[in-house]
C-alpha cells in the first residue's frame, strides 16, 4: 500500500512540473473564457458534473497543488480580513500566536458561525486567555474538530 501512494505521490510531482512548463497564450485563454462564463460557486454542468470556474470539472480532474496552495492563500486573506472585521477594536493588540488561533478558527468555521462564539470573543476582548481557552473547549466545534481544537486552545491559553 505504501509503494502506490509513494508512486502516485511521484506521478503527481512529475504532473505538476510538465503543467509548469505548459503556459497557454492569452489569445487561446480569451477565447475559453469567453465559451465558458466563470462561475465562482460550484454548480452542476451539463452532463451533472460538479464544476467551477471557467468549466472546471472538479469530480473527473480535481485540483493541482499549485491551485490548492493559491486558493488556501485566498482563503487564509480572506479570515484575516473577516477576523479584522470581527475583532477590529482588539485583534491588534493580540500577541502573533494568538492572532494565529483566531485566523485558524475564522478559517475553519467561516464568519457566520465565528461570530457565534461570544463568550469566547468577550474572554479575548477582556484577555482573559485561560477563559478563552476554555470557551473554545466547552463547544461543539472542538467535538468536531478534536486535536485541532485542543492545540489552539493550548496556544490560546500560553501565547
Known sequence: M?????????ALSFKEEVYAGLVPSPGLLGMIREHEGCVLELYKDSVGKSTIGYGHNIEDNGITLRTAESILVEDVRKAMYDVHAVLEDFYPFLSIKRKWVVVDMMFNLGESRFKTF??????????????AAREMLDSKWAEQVGKRATNLAKIMRNG
Open 118 to 131: 461570544k463568550k469566547f470573543i468577550k474572554a479575548l476582548r477582556e484577555q482573559d486567555f485561560a477563559e
Open 2 to 10: 505504501w509503494r502506490k501512494k509513494k508512486e502516485k505521490e511521484e
